[in-house]
């Protein structure tokens, strides 16, 4: 992903202990300050830990619980104890199999660690990769609310204000516009996903983007008859036929258990769609 992927978006903290101090229930933050070797998570992993519930992981297991166990005892002994450091290895004295060695940095939770974590999650924000959804339709429904929770920026874009107001996602940003005009503005480097009720609509967009040809990802929904019909009128306007390849349709299409997966459930697509997602940044 775009920068540190321990970091963009894997958990939204800050909400939780906003709430937390608002309640006046203590809190504290657990942080696998040092990962080395094979762990179950990336240094920079964080949950927070109050008295009854738990935000975030770590990684879960031994590791997790172990974590949440000493953060819990920070928290009973009161203003006596204000941080912990927990070094575990990941072998089988702990019943783990890993192999590896975290540290974990425990600190209690202020208005201080607030600001710290709003500060981080808005620069984690400002970094994850940007996902442009044309269409508020049932695919693009679903592939705001798989993408809601995943290390993305997602905007989807409809000029209709009722299916805009459909959309799931509590970090979705929506959009109640042309979607024309939003991929001609859009910046450099992000990805597309053209899913609107007009055919000649997505031509014009998937125009635009292949003409400025700055996208890291164009997908349209369709068949290989709709891709064909497509790229022929995209040649007769002359656009270079190296971008013109790089225009995924149909979107989602997965190799597994030695087949072709195509399926067209709005909420299969949209796993899909993800997963095809997660590899051109991941890569």
Do not use: N
């Amino acid at each position: 992903m775009s920068g540190d992927p321990a970091e963009a978006l894997s958990e939204v903290l800050s909400e939780a202990l906003a709430a937390a101090l608002a309640a006046g229930e203590p809190a504290a933050l657990v942080t696998l300050s040092e990962a080395r070797g094979s762990t179950p998570r990336e240094a920079g992993a964080a949950m927070l830990v109050m008295p009854e519930r738990v935000a975030g992981t770590i990684g879960g297991g031994t590791c997790e619980w172990a974590g949440i166990a000493r953060a819990r005892e920070l928290l009973a002994a009161g203003e006596a104890e204000a941080e912990a450091t927990l070094r575990m290895p990941l072998g089988p004295e702990t019943g783990q199999c890993c192999g590896g060695h975290v540290t974990l940095a425990i600190h209690r939770a202020d208005a201080r660690t607030l600001a710290a974590l709003r500060a981080r999650e808005a620069e984690s924000v400002a970094r994850a990769p940007l996902v442009m959804i044309y269409g508020a339709g049932h695919v693009g429904r679903a592939l705001a609310g798989a993408l809601d929770p995943l290390p993305f920026r997602t905007r989807i874009v409809d000029d209709r204000p009722e299916e805009i107001a459909r959309v799931p996602g509590t970090r979705v940003a929506r959009v109640v516009g042309s979607a024309r005009t939003a991929a001609e503005t859009a910046p450099p480097g992000a990805a597309h996903v053209v899913l609107t009720h007009s055919h000649a609509l997505d031509s014009l967009i998937c125009a635009a983007l292949l003409e400025a040809g700055t996208f890291a990802y164009l997908g349209l929904i369709g068949s290989a008859t709709k891709r064909a019909t497509f790229l022929s009128a995209f040649r007769e306007m002359g656009l270079d036929e190296a971008v013109l390849g790089r225009l995924v349709c149909p979107i989602g299409g997965r190799q597994i258990g030695g087949r072709q997966l195509r399926d067209k459930r709005p909420a299969i697509i949209a796993a899909l769609v993800a997963a095809e997602l997660i590899g051109v940044f991941a890569g």
